[in-house]
């Protein structure tokens, strides 16, 4: 007669099929993530290839220089602020039939300075607004 125990059996996980599913997600992951440093992103403004622009006589001109100054077909605007801006703007636009806007700013102007020209257009009810850059092919010589 045999008198002993049975002895029961530890359970055991099966690890291979576990390992199996890491692998599929990990390889996943890996195919659908995209590398991009941001910490290296340049950007050189504006620069485009483009044809010459026809002049048009509803078009006003607004200049941001690299200092923050605007200049509205040429004239110079006294002050920096979007008020004023946005009057000379409006007394633009009541001269001209259906104008639009052009923004030409220097490469180097701030960010914020183009915003305000974009806030003072809104002010002044424009809303046709381009930008205005230098052909590619030049930009390299200057």
Do not use: C, W
């Not at 045999?2 to 029961?8: Q, V």
């Not at 490469?107 to 914020?112: F, P, W």
Request: hydrophobic share 45%; aromatic share 6%.
């Amino acid at each position: 007669m045999n008198f002993r125990r049975p002895t029961s059996e530890e359970p055991e996980i099966n690890l291979i099929p576990f390992i199996d599913v890491l692998l599929v997600i990990l390889i996943f992951l890996m195919l659908s993530t995209t590398y991009s440093k941001f910490t290296e992103l340049q950007v050189t403004l504006p620069v485009a290839d483009a044809d010459a622009t026809r002049e048009r006589p509803a078009e006003i001109i607004v200049s941001v220089t690299a200092d923050g100054r605007y200049a509205l077909d040429g004239q110079l605007v006294e002050g920096r602020s979007v008020d004023v801006l946005g009057a000379a703007l409006r007394e633009a636009a009541s001269q001209r039939k259906d104008p639009f806007l052009i923004i030409s700013a220097d490469a180097a102007a701030a960010h914020q300075a183009v915003i305000n020209v974009l806030d003072a257009a809104r002010r002044a009810g424009l809303s046709r607004i381009t930008f205005a850059a230098q052909n590619g092919s030049h930009a390299s010589d200057q």
